[in-house]
């Protein structure tokens, strides 16, 4: 933006300079010239326009005779969009000329240039020096910038133009180093950027911006926040919007609360922050810091928002997992006559899809139909993902499928195969990925991660190292979170030694991803010795987790070590760790009813307790047994039983069965994985009462159905 204002002044300075040349003294002498000159500047608002009055310079044999008119033609043209006809123009007046004009030649290159046209841009200038014309400091800048342009073809171009600027001397003009800078910093070579940044003898605004953003854009937010700092040090330099813009992004990148606030003080004394970007720069960078309140509060505070505002405090929400929140906001937005448009569609998706509610996901996908919204393919993939993870993946398959072929991406097949891996279809899932090779789409490293999560889910070993032998065959590095699919997957189906080697196996080193899912394994079939290796890792890379402790008091818990058991709860109470509180919320009508676990608040605790303890009798008639591994503390049976009968997700389920219509599907989410006892519950409950009930937890979807889980009993 900035260095687009600057080439616009520099295009303005060399007009100036040419009006002053001696060249020019004589042009607009006659009147005749003197009123094209004003019928150019004042009456030609179009292209139409411009052409009549081009075709009567053309009859009046002016056109050839008057460089400063043509090149007021050639603007107009660049400016209307059309470069072709200027370069008609152009072609006919310097086949005429003998000694061609270096002003008409930059002209036509800016003409170029502006309008993105960076091979012709290039291929105009190499005709240029091929002509003898010299390039100067109006030439360079602009030629650079669409040397900048990402495009490989261009990369020799590029090394000539800078060799080019050394020969002829303006390699030491600012603009031209500033442009050389901003060219280099485009390409993605920072390091030489920051060579010709250091070596310039001067440094405006623009220059230290350019480089700031370079930083922030190359992901390297420290070296960015760094020279900022320096910036303010070293020059006397008023404060700028931009340089705020880019320095609030990357410390956004590094996530610290501390210099977000440092940015948003500097904003707020230098009078900045009523620039909207700038506003809404401090939103994201706060929302990215993980500090929703804080980004809430400058939200609240600003004079003036526009739909990136309200889209950065929406996507803030669904990012830090207040999707509640952001549904409140997004009632506002509309209220507040801001049209939401695809990318507030998109966010919304996206909310839903953690809440998993079906009713929520079908009122915003009918939002985004009635509003006639353009629906494109990352808006129709997030459907998708949204219909999935609500527990309706017979939409979301139908949705894939009505797709045009041409226009399904990666991300769409990825989407899908995701979708049947957490539904435990493993079988479908892979079938998708036969397919998608067979239709010529390459499978990426999400591809894999969600093809492993679902041979995973399924307990489809073979065919899992099979994906997971595939990646190195496509060309597709195995990565951390890789290794913890295939963890995962060997863990649970109990080749918990399998998945120890292939962890001492790994070249980089393991995250809590990996031995997270050893210490779940280790859990789930009872190896309190891995899974003490599992978890004292997981304790030096995350201490302050709660959940990784309560997973091994489990283990212990499950082998009736209480004394392990007692030290690590007052281990976790003398970090101030409390075990996350687990939440089940149950659609009802049109909105959803949320069940802590033995919930005191709830209005319909009294009813469902008394219908939850109804079940457990029947269903021990049945010949159902409580796991009491499930239970953490050291309390008599009697009390464990008592326990386990109020887990949030019982609780949810007891009202499904007891309020909602005996035909449809009781759909619940957990906001943390299902336990034992209450899988095994609902597999009787499903049973005995013909009910479908569907239970989202952390990490899958569970549909138990005639007495047995999707999961097969497998999670
Ligand atoms: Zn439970
Ligand atoms: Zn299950």
């Not at 303005?12 to 500047?41: N, T, V």
């Not at 939401?340 to 998993?356: E, K, Q, R, Y």
């Amino acid at each position: 933006m900035q260095v687009q204002r600057r080439l616009q002044l520099l295009c303005k300075l060399q007009a100036r300079a040419f009006s002053c040349a001696p060249a020019s003294s004589s042009s607009p002498s006659s009147r005749l010239e003197a009123h094209y000159d004003r019928l150019l500047k004042n009456s030609c608002d179009d292209a139409s326009a411009l052409k009549q009055i081009h075709s009567s310079l053309t009859t009046r044999g002016l056109i050839t005779q008057d460089p400063h008119l043509s090149a007021q033609v050639i603007i107009r043209y660049s400016k209307y969009g059309h470069p072709d006809h200027a370069r008609s123009l152009f072609d006919g007046i310097t086949a005429r000329c003998e000694r061609p004009d270096s002003f008409l030649w930059n002209t036509m290159v800016r003409a170029y240039a502006n309008n993105g046209y960076c091979a012709d841009t290039l291929e105009l200038y190499a005709l240029m020096r091929r002509g003898g014309v010299l390039p100067n400091n109006y030439t360079f800048p602009f030629v650079l910038k669409a040397c900048a342009s990402d495009s490989e073809p261009l990369a020799r171009g590029w090394e000539v133009v800078h060799g080019e600027t050394i020969k002829t001397g303006f390699d030491s003009d600012m603009y031209v180093e500033a442009a050389l800078v901003d060219a280099y910093a485009k390409r993605q070579q920072i390091s030489y950027a920051r060579k010709v940044f250091d070596g310039m003898m001067q440094r405006d605004l623009v220059c230290w911006t350019t480089m700031v953003t370079a930083y922030e854009q190359a992901e390297q937010p420290q070296e960015s926040l760094m020279l900022f700092c320096r910036m303010q040090r070293e020059e006397s330099l008023s404060p700028d919007p931009v340089a705020v813009v880019s320095v609030a992004s990357a410390v956004g990148q590094v996530g610290d609360l501390k210099s977000a606030k440092s940015v948003h003080a500097y904003a707020i004394q230098n009078g900045i922050l009523r620039d909207i970007c700038v506003g809404n720069s401090v939103v994201a960078m706060y929302t990215k810091c993980g500090n929703v309140e804080y980004a809430r509060m400058a939200f609240d505070r600003m004079e003036e928002r526009d739909k990136i505002s309200w889209n950065s405090m929406l996507s803030g929400y669904v990012q830090n997992g207040q999707a509640n929140e952001a549904l409140l906001l997004f009632e506002q937005m509309q209220d507040s006559g801001c049209q939401p448009n695809p990318v507030t569609a998109l966010i919304m998706v996206s909310a839903c899809a953690f809440l998993g509610s079906r009713h929520l996901g079908k009122k915003i996908h009918d939002y985004i139909l009635k509003n006639e919204m353009k629906v494109d393919i990352t808006l129709q993939n997030a459907l998708i993902d949204m219909y999935s993870k609500c527990g309706n993946l017979e939409t979301a398959s139908k949705m894939f499928y009505e797709i045009h072929p041409k226009e399904r991406d990666v991300s769409s097949w990825n989407v899908l195969i995701s979708a049947y891996g957490m539904h435990g279809r493993g079988e479908e899932a892979l079938n998708l990925y036969m397919q998608m090779q067979e239709k010529g789409v390459a499978p990426n490293h999400i591809t894999f991660t969600s093809i492993l999560s679902a041979c995973s889910h399924a307990g489809l070993i073979n065919e899992g190292r099979k994906c997971f032998a595939d990646m190195s065959k496509l060309s597709v590095k195995p990565e951390v979170k890789h290794y913890a699919c295939m963890v995962d997957m060997l863990g649970r189906a109990g080749l918990l030694d399998e998945a120890f080697d292939l962890i001492k196996s790994m070249p980089a080193s393991p995250n809590d991803g990996v031995w997270g899912a050893l210490l779940l394994a280790c859990r789930v079939h009872g190896n309190s010795e891995l899974g003490e290796i599992a978890a004292n890792n997981l304790f030096q890379i995350e201490p302050e987790h709660p959940g990784y402790y309560v997973l091994l008091s489990n283990i212990y818990a499950a082998s009736r070590r209480w004394q392990e058991v007692g030290k690590l709860r007052e281990n976790m109470k003398t970090r101030g760790l409390s075990k996350p509180a687990a939440f089940s919320v149950i659609e009802y009508g049109q909105g959803t009813i949320g069940f802590h676990t033995a919930d005191q608040l709830n209005p319909y605790r009294g009813e469902v307790y008394r219908h939850m303890e109804r079940l457990v009798v029947e269903m021990k008639m049945r010949g159902y047994l409580p796991d009491r591994s499930c239970v953490l503390h050291d309390v008599e049976d009697e009390d464990k039983d008592h326990i386990l009968n109020y887990h949030s997700e019982k609780l949810a389920v007891a009202f499904g069965l007891m309020r909602t219509d005996p035909e449809s599907a009781i759909t619940v989410s957990k906001n943390l994985r299902i336990c034992n006892d209450c899988h095994s519950t609902f597999k009787f409950l499903s049973d005995i009462y013909q009910r479908w009930i569907v239970v989202r937890d952390a990490n899958r979807f569970h549909h138990f159905q005639a007495g047995s889980c999707s999961c097969k009993d497998y999670w």
